[in-house]
Every structure is written in C-alpha cells, then in structure tokens.
C-alpha cells in the first residue's frame, strides 16, 4: 500500500538549517506531484510548498519562499525539504503528502527551532 | 489566494445526534471541465495525522463509515455525521486543492455534549 515516512526533524537554533525527508513506496513515485504542509502546536494546517510530477514546477506558500526549497530523487523515491534561516514560527509537524484526486499523508517529522 | 471560512469554531453534540460542520471558500473551488468541486474533508485526533474522509466534495474514502457524508458545490460545503460515536471526537477540516496556494479551514472542535 501507499506509505510516505518523513525524517530529518529535530531542534535547531534559529537562522539555522535542516533537510527533511519523505521516503514514498508503494506506488510510481514519478508519476505524482508531492507537498509538504505543516502544523504548528495547537495550530491548523498550512500548505507549505508543492513539487510537479516532473520537477518542472515548484511552489511555496508566501511565509517560506526564498527560504525552503523543494526537490525529489526519482531513483530513491524520496522527496526533500531544504529548510534555511529557520525561524521560532517555523516549529510544526511537517507532513509530505502525495497528490492527485486525493491527498495521501505521512505520519510527520516535527522540527522546533529554539535557541 | 482562497480563504476557506469553517463554522462553527466548536461543537458539542449529543452521542447518537447529528453533527453539522459548514465549509465556505472565498472562491468557487468547481473546475468546469470535470464538474468536480476540489474540497476535501479530514479528520484530525491528537498526536495523529490528518485522516481523509471525504474528497471531491461528497466521495466518502474507502473504510469511511458511511454515517460521515459530504455536500455542497461552488463555494459552499457541509459535512454531515448523521450518528455521532465516541470515537468521532477530532478537530475537522475542510480543504481546497483546487488552485495554488492550496489551504485549509481553520478547523473546527468536536466533542461529545
């Protein structure tokens, strides 16, 4: 069956750095767009950023553009999010999550950033 | 970008009642060429990722059970617990996906009254 498993997550000081990943099986990875969405602690979701099928296309929410960015290996099926400058308001869950006529969700990696 | 409105805030409902929850969007989320409405619904319990429940509108996921039903088209949506159990006490939200930068209702509490 589908599973997406997020890593990477952990505590950072602010202005810091750190890359997610989400490791996706049991479906062609090259065939579906990829996002990421976040929740803060006690906070609802926010769409975080959005990668095509291809990699042709990327996309971020307004609060993380010029800071995140967002890629994918085919060959290790994996999509990834590079995290920089990172910011207290940054500390959330982070979900992958795979696209199309529905959403399919990983379980989440949580990243705080703290000094 | 599209505001999604979610009503109420809360909601405390007896075991065995109907629950109602109202999803507005800013924007029509209907795509034309398809006639689908691009608005998901999930569930959410602590320490737990968001469930799906119901996509394109009114499509109840596969396992869902059936007392949980989606409505609505264009800009207006509602999803309908016709039973409530102990069990569908969660935070829900309503989603667009329909166009960039996709995004989520506030949520909405539900608890047993």
């Known amino acids: 069956q589908v599973q997406l498993v997020e890593s990477g997550g952990g505590v950072v000081q602010p202005g810091g750095s750190l890359r997610l990943s989400c490791a996706a099986s049991?479906?062609?990875?090259?065939?579906?767009?990829m996002h990421w969405v976040r929740q803060a602690p006690g906070k609802g979701l926010e769409w975080v950023a959005f990668?095509?099928?291809?990699?042709?296309?990327?996309y971020f929410a307004d609060s993380v553009k010029g800071r995140f960015t967002i890629s994918r290996d085919i060959s290790k099926k994996t999509l990834y999010l590079q995290m920089n400058s990172l910011r207290a308001e940054d500390t959330a869950v982070y979900y992958c999550?795979?696209?199309?006529?529905?959403?399919?969700w990983g379980q989440g990696t949580m990243v705080t950033v703290s000094s | 970008d599209i505001v999604m409105t979610q009503s109420p805030d809360s909601l405390a409902v007896s075991l065995g009642e109907r629950a109602t929850i109202n999803c507005k969007s800013s924007h029509s989320v209907l795509y034309s060429s398809n006639n689908n409405n691009y608005l998901a619904w999930y569930q959410q319990k602590p320490g737990q990722p968001p469930k799906l429940l119901i996509y394109?509108?009114?499509t109840r996921e596969s396992g869902v059970p059936d007392r949980f039903s989606g409505s609505g088209s264009g800009t207006d949506f509602t999803l309908t617990i016709s039973s409530l159990q102990a069990e569908d006490v969660a935070v829900y939200y309503c989603?667009?996906?329909?166009?960039?930068?996709?995004?989520f209702g506030q949520g909405t509490k539900l608890e047993i009254k």
């Open positions: 394109w509108a009114s």
């Open positions: 049991g479906f062609t990875f090259s065939n579906y767009g």
């Open positions: 990668i095509r099928y291809d990699g042709s296309n990327k």
């Open positions: 989603q667009q996906y329909y166009s960039i930068p996709y995004s």
């Open positions: 999550a795979r696209d199309g006529d529905y959403w399919i």
